[in-house]
């Protein structure tokens, strides 16, 4: 593995911030310690910084010495998750009911510890921005960065991005051309029918019994609409309905996420749970109304950026630990709206252990220096030295 003494020396600083960071977690949009924290850093490395954007959200420029040159844009996730940790590491939340169950503390720290190489390190062309983003757990970090004008204000022309990932082996790198990421939809549907007796069902419109079917007709999509080649789930994650047992309720209530691979396939299935839902109404006299909310398109690598983190990763721990045709996950990160915006390769750093959001996750401290060396290969393979 070609890990520089360089960035070898600052696994320790990265140690002490990343468990600092995991003892002080904050959730979606409410990073105001992390995001003070990264900017007194940055500022402290004579770094170009700027904070507030997209709420809680930090950008760093770092200019290079060699003059001009395209600019390249690396991302990390800052926020926590709304749940208890179940671990005891020494550097514990704590703030009860608030967990670094996703690693973004690592990111964050992986960031900084880029941020304090290049700081010293100036021989590139063009510049680099750094992205600390808030509440990607909500999906909504990135889009929100964007509607405070990112792209004009902190302009670049590529962009790439790591999350950790458990199911890969510490030391390793999974990384593949096209969709990595799923598509992540919320949606929420209400039935309105009509209470009555639990003895008097004829006198009902029953959203229950509704809803029922109406949850088995939805796995039809996936099953009998979307093509078998193509991937897409369809989840009913909640279903609330009634309080007691002899009063049919006249509402229920189903919450549930959409998942896919590709645009045309989300907007297929999309509109099919439309479809279902008007037919299932008209069949049974009531009221169905589906809402989505909170949504982010897949994660979409670009072949020709895809190509320069490859290189990078055989650079790093050489080809007999890359796997450049990893299997897509379907879970989602909003990185897919930068990406959308500009081209670029969000790539998987394996660490073992636990699964991301399982109540005894860590970050795995000693991948870290893996993923500034990657990151600042992107540098030198992108920007030259
Ligand atoms: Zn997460
Ligand atoms: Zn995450």
Not at 73 to 79: H, K, Q
Not at 182 to 196: K, L
Request: charged residues 15%; glycine residues 8%; contains cysteine.
């Amino acid at each position: 593995m070609a890990i520089s003494p360089e960035i070898q020396a600052l696994a320790t600083d990265m140690r002490v911030w990343r468990q600092q960071i995991h003892s002080q977690p904050e959730i979606a949009f409410k990073e105001h310690k992390t995001a003070n924290f990264v900017a007194e850093h940055l500022r402290s490395w004579d770094i170009e910084t700027h904070t507030g954007i997209g709420q809680t959200g930090v950008i760093g420029v770092i200019h290079g010495s060699l003059g001009f040159g395209p600019s390249i844009a690396f991302r990390a996730d800052m926020d926590a998750l709304p749940i208890v940790e179940e671990g005891q590491p020494s550097y514990r939340s704590q703030h009860h009911g608030i967990f670094h169950g996703c690693g973004h503390d690592g990111h964050t720290a992986i960031l900084l510890g880029t941020a304090r190489l290049l700081a010293q390190n100036r021989d590139f062309s063009g510049k680099v921005v750094l992205i600390f983003q808030p509440a990607e757990e909500i999906i909504q970090g990135s889009r929100a960065m964007l509607e405070d004008d990112l792209l004009r204000r902190f302009p670049f022309d590529e962009v790439y991005s790591l999350h950790n990932h458990p199911s890969l082996a510490a030391g390793t790198i999974g990384v593949r051309t096209g969709a990595l990421m799923a598509s992540v939809d919320f949606f929420s549907i209400r039935i309105t029918g009509i209470g009555s007796h639990g003895g008097m069902p004829h006198l009902s419109v029953d959203p229950i019994v509704i809803g029922s079917s109406l949850v088995t007709a939805l796995q039809s999509i996936v099953s009998r609409n979307v093509d078998p080649i193509e991937n897409a789930v369809i989840s009913v994650c909640s279903f609330q309905a009634g309080e007691t047992n002899n009063v049919i309720p006249e509402f229920a209530q189903l919450n549930g996420t959409v998942r896919t691979l590709s645009i045309p396939v989300r907007q297929q299935v999309i509109e099919r749970m439309r479809d279902i839902c008007q037919g299932i109404a008209v069949s049974h006299h009531c009221q169905i109304d589906m809402t989505l909310s909170n949504n982010t398109p897949p994660v979409v690598n670009s072949p020709e950026h895809t190509q320069h983190v490859i290189l990078a990763a055989k650079n790093v721990v050489g080809a007999h630990n890359l796997i450049d045709n990893v299997a897509p996950i379907m879970a989602g990160d909003d990185v897919a709206v930068f990406l959308q915006e500009r081209p670029g390769c969000h790539f998987l750093l394996g660490q073992d252990g636990p699964m991301c959001h399982h109540p005894h996750y860590d970050f795995n401290d000693e991948v870290a220096s893996i993923g500034v060396a990657m990151f600042e290969q992107l540098v030198r393979l992108r920007l030259g030295a």
